[in-house]
């Protein structure tokens, strides 16, 4: 799957949850937002020459939010 249709597949959903008005999608949307960035990320063609490129921030951000959400769900008692 290219960046391209990650996008449109991120794009189509967040307009699917604005015209249904389900606030129940929330976190579905998040979890692809953070999937388009890390794979945007590694399929960027322009090389990484510091430390403080910023894809690093946005993957480390994203990874968290993996992290966290798996924290989440393991306590979450549904």
């Known amino acids: 799957m290219t960046i391209g249709k990650i996008n ?3 794009f ?6 604005i015209a249904s ?6 976190l579905t949307l998040k979890i692809l937002e ?3 960035i890390i794979t945007e990320n ?3 063609t322009k ?4 430390t403080t490129d910023p894809v690093f921030t946005e993957n480390r951000k994203a990874i968290q939010f ?5 924290v989440a769900t393991k306590h979450d008692p549904r």
Do not use: A
């Open 8 to 10: 449109h597949v991120l």
């Open 12 to 17: 189509y959903f967040q307009e699917y949850k």
């Open 21 to 26: 008005g389900r606030e129940d999608l929330e």
């Open 34 to 36: 953070h999937i388009s």
């Open 42 to 44: 590694f399929l960027r």
């Open 47 to 50: 090389p990484i020459t510091s």
């Open 66 to 70: 993996f992290i966290d959400w798996e």
